[in-house]
């Protein structure tokens, strides 16, 4: 096979990306991708070879394939999104690596530590450019939280709380359910407040926590008590309920509240001491709905609030990223590298291999 031209050195021509997969995170992705600057979809495959038609017709211009081959064959891409269901992305990022193309694997990357290091590893014997796409890390907002703790704006970090919940009605052939298919919340919520507390603390030095089966085996909801030097997190996730999805930063100095809900976050507050010992006066867990909501938008004293407006669902921060590590030659992400998503799989691994709890 003829190498395809080198992203590098073609900085002239847009940025080809190839998408795998058809469902709503791959079409969130080629729509944004609109926003990530020079770039486009020039082709998409998926098994479902009508359903990837009709994905192209709807974008236009762009080629469909049956066969992952025959997109990787397809010399206009330069990068590849796998946004496949959780239990191919490990085997079809591997075989992206060994074609010669950079990836982008969907969160998670994949459904074992093993799994993701095994990607990994190839992607570091064949030269090639491999992340997960645990977008949340590059919104502004996320951003902004990070630069205020790096300043010591709310003194030192002593406390971390996050919950992200969205109630499911279990259904056994449902992909949230179904243990063949990398199903579980834990494997679908709970990577972003895991990935998002590895991010500004690294990895955890001590690990507890618990997890409650659904009906199928996988998790409906797990909770995860980790301590980072000083700072003591308490995380959680599920399909159980739904939850206030906020994520809370205490320090001694002040707070930071990632509004709701903060994967996709648009506002950053940061509470100053007396404030803070309020617990946010409306962000709390039990002071939630329309109460909740009147109550965080009244003035308080101590707290500043800033928007982070963007267009889009904020996939295109990531993607714009991912150019442009890969036009630079970078193997790995200097944010999400290779070892945080690796320590993510294994904290889960580490909670869901004791018994469930009833």
């Known amino acids: 096979?003829?190498?395809?031209?080198?992203?590098?050195?073609?900085?002239?021509r847009p940025f080809g990306w190839g998408i795998v997969g058809t469902g709503v995170i791959a079409r969130q992705f080629a729509e944004d991708l609109k926003l990530a600057g020079k770039a486009s979809v020039v082709a998409v495959s998926s098994r479902d070879v009508i359903g990837a038609k009709r994905f192209a017709d709807e974008l236009g211009g762009i080629r469909a394939y049956q066969e992952l081959d025959a997109l990787l064959n397809d010399r206009s891409v330069d990068a590849v999104y796998v946004a496949s269901p959780n239990q191919l992305h490990a085997e079809?990022?591997?075989?992206?690596?060994?074609?010669?193309?950079?990836?982008?694997?969907?969160?998670?990357?994949?459904?074992?530590?093993?799994?993701?290091?095994?990607?990994?590893?190839?992607?570091?014997?064949?030269?090639?450019?491999?992340?997960?796409?645990?977008?949340?890390?590059?919104?502004?907002?996320?951003?902004?939280?990070k630069a205020a703790i790096d300043a010591g704006a709310i003194g030192r970090v002593t406390s971390v709380s996050a919950e992200l919940a969205y109630r499911m009605e279990e259904d056994a052939d449902s992909r949230f359910f179904?243990?063949?298919?990398?199903?579980?919340?834990?494997?679908?919520?709970?990577?972003?407040?895991?990935?998002?507390?590895?991010?500004?603390?690294?990895?955890?030095?001590?690990?507890?926590?618990?997890?409650?089966?659904?009906?199928?085996?996988?998790?409906?909801?797990?909770?995860?008590?980790?301590?980072f030097g000083e700072v003591q997190a308490a995380l959680s996730c599920g399909f159980d309920r739904d939850g206030d999805n906020a994520f809370r930063i205490f320090g001694t100095e002040g707070a930071l509240v990632l509004s709701p809900p903060f994967l996709k976050a648009?506002?950053?507050?940061?509470?100053?001491?007396?404030?803070?010992?309020?617990?946010?006066?409306?962000?709390?867990?039990?002071?939630?709905?329309?109460?909740?909501?009147?109550?965080?938008?009244?003035?308080?004293?101590?707290?500043?609030?800033?928007?982070?407006?963007?267009?889009?669902?904020?996939?295109?921060?990531?993607?714009?990223?991912v150019q442009e590590a890969v036009r630079s030659g970078a193997l790995q992400s200097s944010i999400v590298p290779a070892s945080d998503t690796i320590a993510v799989l294994k904290v889960i691994e580490r909670i869901r291999s004791a018994p469930a709890r009833d």
């Open 1 to 12: 096979m003829e190498p395809p031209p080198s992203p590098q050195t073609n900085e002239s």
């Open 92 to 145: 079809q990022a591997i075989q992206s690596i060994e074609a010669g193309k950079p990836v982008l694997v969907e969160k998670p990357l994949a459904v074992a530590s093993a799994d993701a290091e095994a990607v990994f590893a190839s992607a570091s014997r064949n030269g090639v450019f491999a992340m997960e796409a645990m977008w949340s890390r590059f919104l502004p907002a996320v951003e902004a939280a």
């Open 178 to 227: 179904d243990p063949a298919l990398g199903g579980g919340a834990a494997l679908d919520l709970g990577v972003y407040p895991l990935s998002l507390a590895n991010f500004l603390f690294g990895e955890p030095d001590a690990i507890d926590g618990n997890w409650r089966a659904a009906r199928t085996g996988v998790d409906i909801r797990s909770d995860f008590h980790l301590r």
């Open 266 to 321: 648009q506002r950053l507050s940061v509470f100053g001491p007396a404030t803070s010992r309020l617990r946010f006066a409306g962000a709390r867990s039990d002071l939630a709905g329309p109460l909740g909501k009147l109550l965080s938008r009244l003035p308080l004293p101590g707290r500043r609030s800033q928007n982070f407006e963007f267009s889009g669902s904020g996939l295109q921060f990531e993607a714009r990223h």
